[in-house]
Nanobody
Framework: QVHLVESGGGLVQPGGSLRLSCAVS????????MGWYRQAPGKRRELVAS???????DYGESVKGRATISRDNAKNTVFLQMNNVKPEDTAVYYC???????????????WGQGTQVTVSS
């Protein structure tokens, strides 16, 4: 069974920083693109950042210049560092990964359970 285990989040003051981590657990063949999405109440889920296995990155417009995504391929873990957070960054943050569980299978998308980030003084 494959799981994405997220950590980090919580209450952050405006102007502060947050760091999220997400590790893939379970027996797998390969992890391809990993990323973070977020969903605020009443809004659609949106891309925060993504990173390929060869470290090519993409960022949502609302976090460009403030967020940095990175990964540790040896540990199948992805990180999100966000600086100068704003109240509008408040949302549930979801980790996602495209994983090949066994060599003979196609890539499939997996999601974490989500972690709440609240930006407030």
């Amino acid at each position: 069974q494959v799981h994405l285990v997220e950590s980090g989040g919580g209450l952050v003051q405006p102007g502060g920083s947050l760091r999220l981590s997400c590790a893939v657990s379970g027996s797998i063949f390969r992890v391809n693109t990993m990323g973070w999405y977020r969903q605020a109440p009443g809004k659609r889920r949106e891309l925060v950042a993504s990173i390929t296995s060869d470290f090519s990155t993409d960022y949502g417009e609302s976090v460009k210049g403030r967020a940095t995504i990175s990964r540790d391929n040896a540990k199948n873990t992805v990180f999100l560092q966000m600086n100068n957070v704003k109240p509008e960054d408040t949302a549930v943050y979801y980790c996602t990964a495209k994983i090949i569980v066994r060599i003979e299978l196609d890539e499939a998308s997996y999601w974490g359970q989500g972690t709440q980030v609240t930006v407030s003084s």
